[in-house]
Nanobody, 125 residues
Framework: QLQLVESGGGLVQPGGSLRLSCAASGTTLNYAIGWFRQAPGKEREGVSCISGIGISTNYADSVKGRFTISRDNARRTVYLQMDSLKPEDTGVYYC???????????????????WGQGTQVTVSS
């Protein structure tokens, strides 16, 4: 059982930045890690993902050029750097682990095996 813990959320003004962290309880080399978000009244949507060994990444069109995903497997942590934040980026951000994906990843939530509890991101002036 892999446990994931997100941190780094908060309140930020439009145009600001936040860095989210997803810390895992064990080794994640065999897991792609994805970031997802859910706004009130909306379905969970994929934001970004990174493969187990970090050579492949994917981003939702809405965040391309503004968000950057990275991972430090020695620290068992995946980061999501969010720049130029917009009010529509507001939501609860979750990280998930998708077993068996060292080389590729997907931002589709179906098939992810483990999830964190989420961290709130609010972009507002």
């Amino acid at each position: 059982q892999l446990q994931l813990v997100e941190s780094g959320g908060g309140l930020v003004q439009p145009g600001g930045s936040l860095r989210l962290s997803c810390a895992a309880s064990g080794t994640t080399l065999n897991y792609a890690i994805g970031w997802f978000r859910q706004a009130p009244g909306k379905e969970r949507e994929g934001v970004s993902c990174i493969s187990g060994i970090g050579i492949s990444t994917n981003y939702a069109d809405s965040v391309k050029g503004r968000f950057t995903i990275s991972r430090d497997n020695a620290r068992r942590t995946v980061y999501l750097q969010m720049d130029s934040l917009k009010p529509e980026d507001t939501g609860v951000y979750y990280c998930g682990a998708d077993k068996g994906h060292r080389w590729t990843c997907t931002v589709q939530a179906d098939g992810y095996d483990y999830w964190g509890q989420g961290t709130q991101v609010t972009v507002s002036s």
